[in-house]
């Protein structure tokens, strides 16, 4: 499963209010206005939201200095961070993040 949740939702160059504003505008004309949609209409990649890159290894160290992490294959569909189970570990601070090309655009962040 590869990770996303730390990274933004939105490609670089649009704020939130442009494609929440987009979104309404097709809704009202009663298109498809999901954020895949946006994405879709506007040439990004759906697997990695536009980044070109997947996260595939969480690591962090727990409250007792154990070193954790979470490997996530990016050949599976991403899941968000939360999704990791819960465990002694929490709170979780100081992630670092391993990357790793996207294999639908091949690191492009475009279709």
Same mark, same amino acid.
């Given at each position: 499963m590869a990770i996303y949740d730390v990274m933004p939702k939105i490609p670089e160059g649009f704020t939130v209010a442009e494609v929440k504003q987009w979104r309404a505008d097709q809704q009202n004309a009663g298109r498809p206005s999901g954020v895949d949609d946006f994405l879709s209409a506007h040439g990004y990649c759906i697997n990695c939201l536009g980044h =070109?890159?997947? @996260? @595939?290894?969480?690591?962090?160290? !727990?409250?007792? =200095?154990? !070193?954790?992490?979470y490997d996530s294959p990016i050949s599976d569909p991403p899941?968000?961070?939360r999704s990791i189970p819960? =465990? &002694?570990?929490? &709170?979780i601070t100081?992630?670092?993040?391993r990357y790793a090309a996207c294999p639908v655009c091949g690191g492009s962040g475009r279709t």
């Open positions: =070109g890159r997947l @996260i @595939i290894r969480v690591s962090w160290r !727990d409250s007792e =200095g154990n !070193d954790c992490y899941v968000e961070l819960k =465990g &002694p570990w929490e &709170p100081n992630w670092e993040c």
